[in-house]
């Protein structure tokens, strides 16, 4: 199957991959849903407007938490191929779910980030932005203030320039996706023939709609993904492997014979 795959997608004129957590598994990434214990809120209350001004101390341990997991992994062998393909010419465009800029980190330059980064954040009153690691509290002990109910966020949560308050630039629950991101993801979506996701149940709307444009259109649709999703009976191909390991099998296949064009005809 991976050589049909392969074939599939070294013909494409536009490939497009859209990723989601399942992508980022591999790089040893704690999902913030499974850090059970820690949190003494549903996350999803914590990633709101509403908490980061009515709760603030516990909304910026919860983002300092996460970009501090965040800078101590780094891309895997999943992101690296993609890049790779990148590179080589056999992938157009990256969209993605997550907010890790682990596709960046590895290489990827055509990323669409449709819920933004947690590399990054940025100053609500001048707008000024910054690496996100500006946010995380130069003690050392903050999260084990945290554990002991100690916890008050510091200065690090003020802007250096004007000292207004800096937040995540990632998309909040209740906050509208970007809008040049989604135009993009839109556009992409619909000019793919090849469209691969990667680690992403289809659960999220509006998200999930792009892979349904692509196929509408008349893409090939490759679903790598360790649980079932609501497109795999359009898919052409299903792939429950993780992540990593199928993307560096498939770009071994594109890659290795794209290098020998003349392999395939080449008679004994
Ligand atoms: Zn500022």
Known sequence: MLGRIAAAWKKAKCPVLF???GMSTESGLPDFRSARGLWKQQPESLATPEAMF?????????????????????????????????????????????VDGLHQRAG??????LHGTLRTVSCLSCRAGYDSRQMLPARSDWEADYQEGRYRRG????????????????????????????????????????????GSSLAVSPANLCPLWAVERGARLLIINAEP????????????????????????EVLISAENPAEASVGP
Not at 88 to 96: E, M, P, S
Not at 237 to 242: K, L, N, S, Y
């Open 54 to 98: 009515g709760q603030p101390d516990a909304f910026y341990f919860f983002y300092q938490w996460r970009i501090a997991r965040l800078w101590e992994v780094a891309p895997n062998l999943g992101h690296l191929r993609l890049a790779q393909l990148e590179q080589a010419g056999f992938l157009q465009k990256v969209i993605t779910q997550n």
């Open 108 to 113: 990827s330059e055509r990323v669409v980030e």
């Open 229 to 252: 999703t609501p497109l795999d009976d359009r898919a052409d191909w299903v792939i429950r492997t993780p992540a990593a390991e199928a993307l560096d099998r498939i770009a071994d």
């Open 155 to 198: 200065d690090e949560c003020r802007c250096p320039r004007c000292r207004g308050m800096l937040r995540p630039d990632v998309v909040l629950f209740g906050e509208g996706l970007p809008e040049e991101a989604w135009t993009e993801a839109v556009r992409w979506s619909r000019q793919a023939d090849f469209f691969v996701v990667v």
């Open 19 to 21: 990723s989601g957590a």
